[in-house]
């Protein structure tokens, strides 16, 4: 259990191989746990030293800092935690909500990111589902906070399809959140638009989503596909929010493809490009 020190508390990181570094970032309600297969995979290979950190508000993080629950906050979040650590260059991959930081983090810091994944991340918060929405609604989160039954029940009923593997995480997780980092963080997220800036992006992207993927619309891969030249997408025919346990080698496959694979350049974006389903990337 590794952690660094910043002026909103401590943030709490895993880290594990030799190599170059590979920077991790989790979802809402998870923690760094929901990477610990894919971080042993890809530190097995010898090329990556692999670094999965808890957000403010999350995991083991510090979470007290009613300022800090902001997609820029954790930006900057990991823009502290590189600068600490002394790395200087690093792709970033984020899942849900981790990976609409790793986007925004590409387009602030361009210069310090090589390539960027996301996994069932919103582009746009409208996309995510309604009662994710609502739980950002200060009032509405008060009120599943104050009685855990309805908050149980709203877990159960966007968790029903999923494995036991991740209705056990999950539940563990929300136990390790407090209010305010519950209701904010998704309430920024809610509001998030991050498709007018995506035409600036020029490094490598990948986009990762579960065809059957409830939390977040599967869409998003459209968006990402349309506005960012550099963008492969994997479609997952049997996943849901979580690829990484529903189809943990096909998904690490993927990864390890993008990682390795030289940087390819769409002559434009174009809106009609169609994504499909695949079991690997669809290529520009």
Known sequence: MSSIVTEQGILHYESIGRGQPLILLHGWINSWDVWRDSMIALASQNRYRVYALDFWGFGDSAKHSITSFRVESYVEMVHQFMDTLGIIRSPIFGHSMGGTVALQFALTYPERIKKVAVVGSPIMGETLNFFLKLSGYGWIADLVWRYPVLRDSVMRILLSGDSKQVRKMISRDVQRTNMESFFRSIDDLRKTDLSPQLVNLTIPTLGIYGVKDNIVS???AELLNKFVKTAS????ENS?????????EKFLQVLVQFLQAEPVLKADPDPSTPVVPSNGLLRP
């Open 240 to 248: 849901r929010h979580f690829p990484m346990t529903d189809e943990p």
């Open 233 to 236: 997408i994997a479609m997952m």
């Open 218 to 220: 599967p869409k998003n």
